[in-house]
Nanobody, 121 residues
Framework: QVQLVESGGGLVQAGGSLRLSCAAS????????MAWYRQAPGNERVLVAA???????NYADSVKGRFTISRDNAKNTAYLQMNTLKPEDTAVYYC???????????????WGQGTQVTVSS
């Protein structure tokens, strides 16, 4: 099992910045992909950004140039630096981890509990 702890959400004015963190813990696992999703009220959960263990990244068009995903493999922690925030970025942000276990060919997805980000206009 992998446990995820998210932090860093909050209330910020438009144009401001926030940094989200997602720390993974557990045993006998390796993390392939760490990603951030978000879900606004009444909407589906959508991918915001993802990063592989090798450092390759992928971003939603709506956040390109404003958000930066990074990770510290030694700490099993992912970060999402969010700059120039807009009211439409308001959502619950979820961390998702894809992990594999020693001796297994299967991968497993784990979700964090979510952290609220609210951007006021």
């Amino acid at each position: 099992q992998v446990q995820l702890v998210e932090s860093g959400g909050g209330l910020v004015q438009a144009g401001g910045s926030l940094r989200l963190s997602c720390a993974a813990s557990g045993s006998m696992f390796s993390i392939n992909v760490m990603a951030w999703y978000r879900q606004a009220p009444g909407n589906e959960r959508v991918l915001v950004a993802a990063i592989t263990s090798g450092g390759s990244t992928n971003y939603a068009d709506s956040v390109k140039g404003r958000f930066t995903i990074s990770r510290d493999n030694a700490k099993n922690t992912a970060y999402l630096q969010m700059n120039t925030l807009k009211p439409e970025d308001t959502a619950v942000y979820y961390c998702k981890v894809t992990a594999t276990y020693s001796g297994s060919v299967y991968s497993y997805n784990y979700w964090g509990q979510g952290t609220q980000v609210t951007v006021s206009s």
